[in-house]
Nanobody, 120 residues
Framework: QVQLVESGGGLVQAGGSLRLSCVAS????????MTWYRQAPGKQRELVAS???????DYADSVKGRFTISRDNAKKTMYLQMNSLKPEDTAVYYC??????????????RGQGTQVTVSS
């Protein structure tokens, strides 16, 4: 069974930094695209950043220049370095990964989320 576990969230003042991690575990053959999403109370889920297995990245306009997504394929881990945080970055951050298990096709998996709170 495949699991994604996020960590690294917390409370930080505006202008501060946090680094989120997402570790994939289980019967994994390969991992395709990995993505960070976030959802604030009363708002729709928003794609924050994505990264392919080859390292091609994409960002939401709202985080460009402040957030950096990366991954370590050997460790099956994705990261999100968040700098210059703003109160509007407050949300639950989820990781999503397109994973192929042994003897199966690719499926999307999502973690349980980690809370990020930015105080003004």
């Amino acid at each position: 069974q495949v699991q994604l576990v996020e960590s690294g969230g917390g409370l930080v003042q505006a202008g501060g930094s946090l680094r989120l991690s997402c570790v994939a575990s289980g019967s994994i053959f390969s991992i395709n695209v990995m993505t960070w999403y976030r959802q604030a109370p009363g708002k729709q889920r928003e794609l924050v950043a994505s990264i392919t297995s080859g390292g091609i990245t994409d960002y939401a306009d709202s985080v460009k220049g402040r957030f950096t997504i990366s991954r370590d394929n050997a460790k099956k881990t994705m990261y999100l370095q968040m700098n210059s945080l703003k109160p509007e970055d407050t949300a639950v951050y989820y990781c999503n990964a397109n994973i192929r298990s042994w003897n199966s096709a690719y499926h999307d998996y999502r973690g349980q989320g980690t809370q990020v709170t930015v105080s003004s």
